[in-house]
T-cell receptor, first 115, second 112 residues
Framework: AQKITQTQPGMFVQEKEAVTLDCTYD???????LFWYKQPSSGEMIFLIY??????QNATEGRYSLNFQKARKSANLVISASQLGDSAMYFC????????????FGQGTELSVKP | SAVISQKPSRDICQRGTSLTIQCQVD?????MFWYRQQPGQSLTLIAT?????????ESGFVIDKFPISRPNLTFSTLTVSNMSPEDSSIYLC?????????FGPGTRLTVT
């Protein structure tokens, strides 16, 4: 069975600083993908970044980067130059390729950006 | 990326009634998923709906409670039947491939 663990229920960061949100995963499959989503108070799920298990380079999307350490089974999200609008819930999720694309989510981390 | 719409965006329903949630995508997609997010919780997959086949339900979810239709490659519905206050949640549909998955805006359901 697959599992995603986010151990930080809440995080604070000062505006303009970088922050790392932790995510570890557990799977015995070799082919999988890792996602990060942002959920503001409105409830929508905003796709941020994706990393495939065979990707050799860490994924980056603007201010978001994914620190993928396959041997440690971790997929931490790094947000650079935090903005007030980054305050939200952040979810790490995984899909295993032989299970049709369904996502398994972690419990989430609530990020608060201080001015 | 796909543009996904859901109707209704929110509703308040009486216990014992049913609500049907619609999910519309702006392009044809093979895989469509329905998730539930209970208050203060993470997302849990209810079922996978592929066009032309019966929906596949996850453990803890049954067709009698959450019937799903998938009449074509751009549309699906989820019905929450015989509702109780425990069904108060955000219901989200998502579409995509193994490397891209996008969510609709969600339906915020309150059962009184």
């Amino acid at each position: 069975a697959q599992k995603i663990t986010q151990t930080q229920p809440g995080m604070f960061v000062q505006e303009k600083e970088a922050v790392t949100l932790d995510c570890t995963y557990d799977t015995s499959d070799q082919s999988y993908g890792l996602f990060w989503y942002k959920q503001p108070s409105s409830g929508e799920m905003i796709f941020l970044i994706y990393q495939g298990s065979y990707d050799e380079q860490n994924a980056t999307e603007g201010r978001y980067s994914l620190n993928f350490q396959k041997a440690r089974k971790s997929a931490n999200l790094v947000i650079s130059a935090s903005q007030l609008g980054d305050s939200a819930m952040y979810f790490c999720a995984m899909t295993v390729y032989n299970q049709g694309g369904k996502l398994i989510f972690g419990q989430g981390t609530e990020l608060s950006v201080k001015p | 990326s796909a543009v996904i719409s859901q109707k209704p965006s929110r509703d308040i329903c009486q216990r014992g009634t049913s609500l049907t949630i619609q999910c519309q995508v702006d392009s044809q997609v093979t895989m469509m998923f329905w998730y539930r997010q209970q208050p203060g919780q993470s997302l849990t997959l209810i079922a996978t709906a592929n066009q032309g086949s019966e929906a596949t339900y996850e453990s803890g979810f049954v067709i009698d409670k959450f019937p799903i239709s998938r009449p074509n490659l751009t549309f699906s519905t989820l019905t929450v039947s015989n509702m109780s206050p425990e069904d108060s949640s955000i219901y989200l549909c998502s579409v995509g491939t193994l490397s891209e998955q996008y969510f609709g805006p969600g339906t915020r359901l309150t059962v009184t």
